[in-house]
């Protein structure tokens, strides 16, 4: 039983540390500052209009929601993550598949031998795990094809904004020309408006959901042309051509550090697959792993220095911009 528990916790700090380091590079704490001092000057008070919508929320979730929202950690955030991805999934759903997958793995596994403590913790693992990789990269696909989009919306803004319509009509227009992730946000600014939220009220809740840089400069620069005055079609044509600058910049630096990337990603999955491949070829041979203890402690630390490795390696070519 220790050894099995040992292998488990050494799993999991080697995943860890592996997830932590090809996660990117955290927004710095000075940017983080400048945001937090925004708001509180320009106000995100609640509304009458706040509240109304939050009971509306609550009263659309449904039994099963509920009930997972009190067994998984944390269900605010994760629900605030669903909604990132612009899909319907709700927290029940999103339970029910976790709970499914990981019944499912941990029977596949008990079926090829495994050991019913390491299969049920392999099984909650890959149940927890795998949903939360799909939302993830569901995020991370609406969110780069908002950024790609985004410039051409502002220029859409600056073309309204000179020919003499008011922002609110602009942001109306921009949600009803262009399709995708763009005009869905836009449009849902526009509705929030149409129902008495101020417009700083609903470009910053907007900017909190979707957590681009891009977006928030976009906010940022509406909210001091707002209090200092002065050109505001000049001021986003400006923005809009720092934005395209700055995705040329991360497409270049992508183009640059892939092979590394791919590297990484080889080397790191091959020891992982070629064991997952003579498991099921021989079950029996493999499971000497989780019960001599010197093939533990070498096993131990060859994931140990592989996810160094690794999580040098993935410093080495993160880059904030």
Do not use: C
């Not at 050991?115 to 780069?144: D, E, M, N, S, Y």
């Not at 319509?165 to 836009?186: A, K």
């Not at 041979?285 to 131990?300: A, P, S």
């Amino acid at each position: 039983m220790a050894p099995l528990l040992l292998v488990m916790i050494g799993a999991s700090i080697v995943l860890g540390m592996i997830v932590f380091a090809f996660a990117g590079p955290s927004p710095g704490r000075a940017k983080s500052r400048r945001l937090v001092a925004l708001r509180e000057r320009h106000g995100d008070e609640i509304t009458v209009a706040d509240a109304h919508m939050r009971r509306i929320s609550h009263a659309r979730d449904t039994k099963m929601d509920l009930a997972f929202g009190r067994i998984l950690p944390n269900p605010v955030q994760l629900a605030k993550r669903l909604a990132m991805t612009g899909k319907d999934w709700t927290v029940g759903q999103y339970g029910m598949a976790t709970a499914g997958i990981a019944l499912v793995v941990a029977a596949l596994m008990l079926f090829k031998g495994m050991p019913i403590l390491l299969a049920l913790l392999f099984g909650l693992f890959v149940g927890i795990g795998l949903p939360h990789l799909v939302v993830g990269k569901t995020i991370k696909r609406r969110v780069t094809k908002f950024t790609a989009k985004f410039p051409d919306a502002i220029e859409l803004l600056v073309r309204g904004l000179r020919s003499g319509l008011p922002i609110s009509e602009t942001i109306g227009v921009v949600g009803q020309e262009l399709d995708g992730p763009v005009g869905e946000e836009f449009r849902s600014v526009s509705d929030k408006m149409k129902i008495g939220r101020t417009m700083d009220a609903a470009l910053q809740e907007t900017a909190d959901r979707l957590g681009t840089p891009e977006f928030q400069f976009f906010v940022i620069t509406i909210a001091i042309q707002r209090e200092t005055g002065g050109n505001l079609a000049e001021t986003l044509a400006n923005l809009a051509n720092v934005l395209r600058m700055r995705g040329q910049m991360k497409l270049k630096i992508k183009a640059m550090s892939s092979e590394s990337k791919a590297s990484a990603y080889i080397i790191g999955a091959l020891p992982f697959i070629v064991f997952g491949l003579i498991w099921f070829i021989n079950g029996t041979y493999m499971q000497r792993f989780f019960v001599d203890e010197r093939l533990i402690m070498i096993g131990m630390g060859g994931m140990t220095w592989m996810a160094i490795g690794a999580f040098i390696m993935a410093k080495m070519i993160n880059f904030e911009i």
